[in-house]
């Protein structure tokens, strides 16, 4: 009898897929909510930008992220799918406590729970899909997963932006928070935890690795330095977009939070989601042939977006301003199946879930830490000279970001098929 793990069938990865999908859809309905509420919450807590700007960034990304790497050496050695569905209790609870929150401190409070319970999402998820699916496949997969983020964003902007309107941003909180609860306990009872090595035949053996040894281990691969930071640039414009375009279409263009949620909800959420998977199978399309298109792919998208931002931010009108964010959000998306995928391809079977949660540590520090706080900070070092209208520059000039993040996917295409190959190699002498 051969030793060689079996993969489950292709229902049951569909099913794991599916659910873990609808996991990281309330990971970004919860996570983002708060971006179609500030308007209110401004309003109603007599908040400044900056402040609005630390509780969708810092406050959210620095508990998040560092908590998300011993989370992560965690489910490297033990059940990873118990930790996800506990992770969603946490977060869930934490959202939907926001809605009593009478001052910043206390919603800042809040906020940090949230960024606690969710760092133990997606490290485990992508080191579980990585057995689910071959390494063919595994961008294709990663991708669908990703598809949480623009899936989570739509239904957090429609729900938040008209249950706001109609009942007040406390609701909210209440209304998307509260059936993760639920969910948790789905995933605890009916999803299967996969063998290590499952999708590849092969085996976890030795000790698991250190975080400090995963850390130097990846940063001694030159594509994952650049496929890194190239993320990192990429998310630090798209956290900032994501976070202030609700309140800069209500200063600007002086719309309503349930019209801006529906445009901008179905914006993020069918292109977005496009972007997703349509870069993840370019990715694997033009990646198989050559490898260094894993990385150009991202690089290619970002340039061709960086005219229709500038368009976005420009505009006379509301309508044409929504129109040019169509190309940008879809292009601005490509990156994420690949890069979550390759740094998988990069490190062995038990570094999987901290390989994975060293990136989101260094996407979400400089991502979804920074975005939003440099765009709020901007926004009121503007303020004296351009009044209503700064958020306006402030977001155009951040824009231009995404040129820094091309240029570092094209650096690591050029050096990924060598480290990939290289840890192949380590892999063949460890098990010989």
Same mark, same amino acid.
């Given at each position: ?7 489950f069938? =292709? ?10 999908? #609808?996991?990281y ?8 909510? !708060? ?9 109603? !807590? ?12 810092f ?6 992220a560092?908590l998300?790497?011993?989370?992560a ?31 910043? /401190?206390?919603?800042?409070?809040a906020r940090?729970?949230?960024? #606690? ?17 071959p ?11 990703s !598809? ?12 938040g ?5 109609f ?6 909180f ?10 948790a306990? #789905?995933?605890?009872?009916t ?8 999708s ?15 850390f130097?281990?990846? /940063? ?11 993320g =990192?640039?990429t ?5 900032? #977009? ?12 002086g719309m ?7 445009y ?8 977005g ?19 260094? /298109?894993?990385?150009w ?19 006379a009108g ?10 940008p ?19 062995s ?7 994975a ?14 975005g ?20 306006r520059?402030?977001? !155009?000039?951040?824009?231009f970001?995404?040129? /820094? ?16 190959? =290289? ?10």
């Amino acid at each position: 009898m051969s030793d060689t793990p079996t993969l489950f069938s =292709a229902a049951t990865r569909r099913y794991v897929l599916g659910t873990l999908v #609808v996991v990281y859809t309330f990971n970004f309905i919860d996570r983002q909510i !708060l971006s179609i509420l500030l308007e209110p919450i401004k309003l109603d !807590l007599e908040l400044s930008d900056t402040q609005l700007g630390f509780l969708t960034g810092f406050a959210f990304a620095l508990f998040y992220a560092t908590l998300g790497i011993p989370l992560a050496r965690w489910a490297d050695a033990h059940n990873r799918r118990n930790l996800i569905a506990v992770s969603l209790g946490i977060w869930s609870g934490m959202t939907a406590l926001s809605g009593v929150a009478q001052n910043f /401190w206390q919603l800042l409070g809040a906020r940090i729970g949230v960024g #606690v319970g969710e760092a133990g999402c997606s490290p485990p998820a992508h080191a579980m899909l990585s057995d689910y699916y071959p390494p063919n496949q595994r961008a294709t997969a990663l991708g669908i997963y990703s !598809l949480g983020i623009p899936v989570g964003i739509l239904f957090g902007f429609i729900a938040g932006g008209w249950i706001n309107e109609f009942f007040g941003w406390r609701v909210a909180f209440f209304v998307v928070g509260i059936p993760g609860l639920i969910l948790a306990l #789905v995933v605890r009872f009916t999803v299967r935890e996969p063998i290590r090595g499952m999708s590849e035949g092969r085996s976890a053996t030795g000790d698991q690795p250190g975080i400090i040894e995963t850390f130097r281990f990846l /940063w001694g691969k030159r594509s994952f330095r650049h496929l890194a930071f190239g993320g =990192a640039l990429t998310a630090f414009v798209g956290y900032g #977009v994501v976070s202030w375009l609700p309140s800069f279409m209500i200063r600007s263009h002086g719309m309503a939070t349930g019209e801006i949620g529906t445009y901008l909800g179905l914006i993020l959420g069918i292109p977005g989601g496009i972007g997703i998977a349509l870069g993840g199978y370019l990715a694997d399309r033009f990646g198989g042939r050559d490898p260094r /298109w894993y990385l150009w792919i991202a690089a290619v998208g970002l340039i061709a977006g960086v005219p229709f931002s500038v368009g976005v931010y420009l505009s006379a009108g509301p309508y044409g301003a929504l129109a040019f964010l169509i190309l940008p959000v879809a292009l601005g998306n490509f990156y994420q199946a690949t890069t979550f995928s390759q740094t998988q391809g990069l490190v062995s079977l038990r570094m999987r879930s901290v390989a994975a949660a060293v990136l989101l540590f260094i996407l979400n520090i400089i991502g979804l830490g920074m975005g939003p706080q440099v765009v709020g900070l901007l926004s009121d070092a503007l303020a004296p000279s351009y009044g209503q209208e700064s958020l306006r520059y402030s977001l !155009l000039i951040c824009g231009f970001v995404n040129i /820094w993040a091309a240029l570092h996917f094209y650096l690591g295409g050029k050096y990924l098929a060598a480290d990939l190959q =290289a840890t192949a190699d380590e892999a063949r002498v460890t098990t010989a």
